[in-house]
């Protein structure tokens, strides 16, 4: 099996925080592994909504049949093109939609990172994705904290609301803001929430882990080597309604209790 630090190598990722999330995937990747009896290489891996390939290409790597696909052209096709470049014969990056994709394909895990608090109808989203999961398949999670130090900065940055302003991008010529659109959150998620709202899927927590503190309140000590490793760090110390992001795994297991 490929090394970790290979699996690392292989992101376009530079921010501490973006590393610990790789390596909490890599962990739940070995353990869905062990669980299965079977080797890496041999299980099925979707990404929903994959971006620019931060995850995608680690996954890539590690020689398993890797589907991932996003809503935006731009970043499917560049994430394709640099799968291309390594030479990733076992990747398919396609532009898809997470409300309506499905394959016929049943996966062994699914990541889908930093998007449930951005669609507009979570519930429904999540029931579709769901579709392509096997009884006991693993489904990650990684999505801020609704009430954490990062949510609260974006909510009062008057930055934020002269940009979500209309009137002010009428009068500039930009187009209508829409919350689901982008990268804003437009769900604001607690724990129990979430948990709650997956359960009705049949899919139920098996871990969670807290992403970074305080610090990502600022992009600059976010993307900093030294603080941001000190802040991941940290954020492990803390309980996990004052962290600033959280990482889940949750199990297919037949009908929610």
């Not at 020689?63 to 996003?70: K, L, M, Q, S, T």
């Not at 302003?165 to 009068?171: D, E, I, Q, W």
Request: glycine share 8%; proline share 4%.
């Amino acid at each position: 099996m490929i090394a970790k630090q290979d699996y690392l190598a292989a992101t376009p990722y530079t921010a501490p925080v973006e590393f610990k999330k790789l390596g909490y995937i890599y962990e739940a990747i070995e353990e869905q592994a062990r669980l299965r009896g079977t080797s890496i290489n041999e299980l099925r891996i979707l990404e929903v909504a994959c971006g620019e390939g931060g995850i995608t290409l680690p996954m890539a790597s590690l020689g398993c049949p890797v589907r991932a696909f996003d809503l935006d052209s731009g970043a499917a096709e560049l994430t394709q093109q640099r799968g291309v470049e390594k030479g990733f014969s076992n990747l398919t990056v396609t532009t898809d939609n997470g409300f309506t994709f499905y394959d016929g394909t049943q996966y062994d895990l699914v990541i889908v990172s930093e998007v449930i608090n951005q669609v507009s109808e979570p519930d429904r989203f999540i029931e579709n994705i769901a579709r392509s999961m096997k009884e006991e398949a693993l489904l990650i999670v990684t999505l801020p904290n609704g009430y954490g130090p990062w949510q609260v900065k974006n909510r009062v940055d008057p930055r934020n609301w002269l940009r979500k302003s209309n009137l002010l991008r009428a009068a500039l010529g930009k187009r209508t803001y829409h919350s689901s659109r982008g990268v804003d959150s437009c769900h604001y998620f607690t724990r129990r929430r979430l948990v709650d709202l997956f359960k009705k899927h049949s899919l139920h927590l098996v871990n969670m882990a807290n992403s970074d503190s305080f610090f990502a309140m600022s992009s600059i000590t976010r993307k900093n080597q030294r603080i941001g490793n000190l802040d991941v760090k940290l954020a492990d110390a803390l309980p996990f309604w004052a962290a600033s992001g959280w990482y889940f795994s949750f199990r297919k297991r037949g009908p929610a209790e």
